[in-house]
């Protein structure tokens, strides 16, 4: 490997061509990488931020706040009401609470 | 006064808001405001290069001469104190950080903004906040939320703490705010 490298370094029509390889797979890849930010922030746009910084913060942050807002707003909900609707009750419970309410 | 002190709050058309809930300056004591405007850019939700961070801070001292001013935020280096200003660190993202922003804070608060991260998810912690460190009668203010994240704040509509009254979504310029009052 490294006699490759020194032979490419050598022969100044190899460098340039690898160069020239070298820049165009790293922009490829950032334009690959730019678009997938921009398509998950697109999708998830209603847990998205303000547009403004990098668009691989923005990417971290609309997933941070997908996986976030809705345990979040289940805290909401315990606030607001002693007993959620949403509250799980046993086979016995529930029997009890139909028998009562038929 | 806001715009001298270099605050967009004007420009989104807040204004008018503020002078609404401050109308009688002399009995407001404490106010807080998470996200001061990071000209660090490097960090998100940053305002540039020219950005002051703690604009609206600056303008709140001197509007409310009785009241002290804190300030939150998630870049360090832009933390200051000044007078009746002064400032914490927190993570808008982590709602453990907000127990000890109360704790050091240590007093119950007139009016708390978030002009933070502007993300549901830090939204959502800001709004949780307020629980217990609001006083009766003392609002929140959530600003700068986008058309697309509304259905959020919908279901949070429908779902305010029994603490909380008279919330409101309201339309500003490109922008929308959350109002919610703590029960007097």
Redesign the interface.
């Given at each position: 490997m490294r006699s490759l490298k020194n032979i490419i370094k050598r022969t100044p029509s190899l460098f340039r061509i690898a160069r020239a390889i070298k820049q165009t797979s790293s922009t490829a890849l950032k334009n690959a990488l730019y678009s997938k930010y921009n398509g998950v922030i697109s999708e998830l746009?209603?847990?998205?931020?303000?547009p403004?910084?990098?668009v691989r913060?923005?990417f971290d942050?609309?997933l941070?706040?997908a996986?976030?807002?809705i345990p979040?707003?289940g805290?909401?909900?315990k606030?607001?009401?002693p007993q959620p609707s949403g509250r799980v009750v046993t086979v016995a419970e529930f029997c009890d609470e139909l028998a009562r309410k038929g | 006064m806001l715009e001298k002190h270099g605050s967009d709050k004007a420009i989104h058309n807040y204004h008018p808001i503020y002078a609404s809930i401050l109308d009688q300056p002399n009995k407001i004591t404490a106010v807080l405001e998470v996200g001061l405007g990071t000209n660090n850019t490097d960090v998100f939700s940053n305002m540039g290069k020219g950005g002051k961070p703690g604009a609206s801070l600056s303008a709140f001292k001197e509007f409310l001469p009785n009241a002290r001013i804190y300030g939150a935020a998630t870049d360090r280096r832009i933390l200051f104190q000044d007078g009746m200003i002064k400032t914490f660190w927190v993570d808008q993202t982590d709602p453990s950080t907000f127990e000890l922003l109360g704790r050091d804070i240590g007093g119950q608060l007139d009016l708390i903004i978030d002009d933070g991260l502007h993300a549901p998810n830090a939204n959502l912690t800001v709004l949780l906040f307020p629980l217990e460190w609001l006083k009766p009668g003392g609002r929140l203010i959530i600003e700068d939320i986008m058309p697309d994240s509304l259905p959020v704040w919908h279901l949070v509509s429908s779902l305010p703490p029994p603490a909380f009254e008279n919330h409101r979504i309201v339309s500003a310029n490109n922008a929308y705010l959350f109002c919610v009052r703590k029960d007097a």
């Amino acid at each position: 490997m490294r006699s490759l490298k020194n032979i490419i370094k050598r022969t100044p029509s190899l460098f340039r061509i690898a160069r020239a390889i070298k820049q165009t797979s790293s922009t490829a890849l950032k334009n690959a990488l730019y678009s997938k930010y921009n398509g998950v922030i697109s999708e998830l746009r209603i847990f998205a931020p303000t547009p403004s910084g990098s668009v691989r913060a923005r990417f971290d942050l609309t997933l941070l706040s997908a996986k976030q807002v809705i345990p979040l707003l289940g805290e909401l909900v315990k606030a607001s009401r002693p007993q959620p609707s949403g509250r799980v009750v046993t086979v016995a419970e529930f029997c009890d609470e139909l028998a009562r309410k038929g | 006064m806001l715009e001298k002190h270099g605050s967009d709050k004007a420009i989104h058309n807040y204004h008018p808001i503020y002078a609404s809930i401050l109308d009688q300056p002399n009995k407001i004591t404490a106010v807080l405001e998470v996200g001061l405007g990071t000209n660090n850019t490097d960090v998100f939700s940053n305002m540039g290069k020219g950005g002051k961070p703690g604009a609206s801070l600056s303008a709140f001292k001197e509007f409310l001469p009785n009241a002290r001013i804190y300030g939150a935020a998630t870049d360090r280096r832009i933390l200051f104190q000044d007078g009746m200003i002064k400032t914490f660190w927190v993570d808008q993202t982590d709602p453990s950080t907000f127990e000890l922003l109360g704790r050091d804070i240590g007093g119950q608060l007139d009016l708390i903004i978030d002009d933070g991260l502007h993300a549901p998810n830090a939204n959502l912690t800001v709004l949780l906040f307020p629980l217990e460190w609001l006083k009766p009668g003392g609002r929140l203010i959530i600003e700068d939320i986008m058309p697309d994240s509304l259905p959020v704040w919908h279901l949070v509509s429908s779902l305010p703490p029994p603490a909380f009254e008279n919330h409101r979504i309201v339309s500003a310029n490109n922008a929308y705010l959350f109002c919610v009052r703590k029960d007097a």
